[in-house]
């Protein structure tokens, strides 16, 4: 039977979804964060952040947690079970916190097994370490059909510059680096060429942006080190800037440097 529950909202049977993220997502819509605007300022708060690169990581790890592309790790994760009002409800912490521990491949305190089962276990239970086995090994080998065997062989990328995105970019007048990436595909085909990628790169009036050639960069959606086709800036005139650079928030602070001329 439904009943009223402390947000003032007919409860679900919440043991239905099977996958933390889709409960994750389906309890933010439930208490009216159909986007993450609210919940990444509320996030940040809690985090003790109040920065505009802070709201942007908190939104952009939202999106990623209610995809299923990321599991927060567990600080973050007591936050979201406040914030969301969890406890409010013990059927479904119980049911949130299970699918969580098991979204991290690790059990939760208090959700250990009974000692009876310990004790005893099934002949079914008995088997699954060989049956975990041979999954495993049949997981491995459909991988390594899929990619060729490349990710046996050395890196063909290894002596491309690595690159990092960071937030805030600080640079002097006359400095060039390579602060961002565009990535194709996660294994590394599909490499965007500088036309495809100069679209969603914006006008700058401290400086100028380029093609910055083939570099590496870690992507947290492929979770590995990828090629990429590098954003160069050239920094011209001292000043703070705000944009967004490939989709991605950036502020670049740019500095005197005496006695640097740009050609």
Avoid at 159 to 174: F, H, K, Q, S, T
Avoid at 202 to 222: H, I, Q, V
Wanted: some cysteine; glycine content about 8%.
């Amino acid at each position: 039977m439904t009943t009223q529950g402390a947000w003032g909202v007919l409860e679900q049977d919440w043991t239905r979804f099977d996958r933390w993220h889709r409960l994750l997502d389906e309890l933010c819509n439930h208490r009216g964060h159909i986007d993450n605007a609210v919940l990444a300022s509320q996030l940040c708060r809690r985090q003790g952040r109040n920065g505009r690169e802070d709201f942007n990581a908190a939104d952009k790890s939202l999106r990623n947690w209610r995809l299923g592309r990321h599991i927060p790790l567990r600080r973050n994760f007591m936050l979201m079970s406040e914030l969301l009002g969890v406890e409010d409800d013990p059927e479904l912490a119980r049911h949130w916190n299970r699918l969580y521990a098991a979204a991290r491949g690790s059990p939760m305190p208090g959700n250990e097994p009974a000692a009876a089962d310990a004790t005893a276990p099934s002949s079914s239970a008995r088997l699954a370490p060989r049956g975990f086995l041979w999954a495993g090994a049949a997981a491995l080998a459909a991988l390594l059909a899929a990619t060729g065997f490349r990710w046996l062989l050395v890196d063909p990328h290894g002596n491309l510059p690595m690159i990092g995105y960071d937030a805030r970019v600080e640079m002097r007048v006359g400095e060039s680096r390579l602060i961002h990436g565009d990535r194709g595909k996660c294994d590394g085909t599909m490499l965007p060429d500088w036309n495809n990628t100069s679209p969603r790169v914006p006008e700058s009036r401290l400086g100028s942006f380029s093609d910055g050639g083939l570099a590496r960069k870690m992507s947290n959606y492929c979770n590995a080190v990828v090629p990429v086709r590098a954003v160069k800036f050239t920094a011209r005139e001292a000043g703070t800037e705000e944009m967004r650079l490939l989709d991605d928030f950036i502020k670049i602070v740019v500095r005197e440097n005496s006695g640097t001329k740009i050609e």
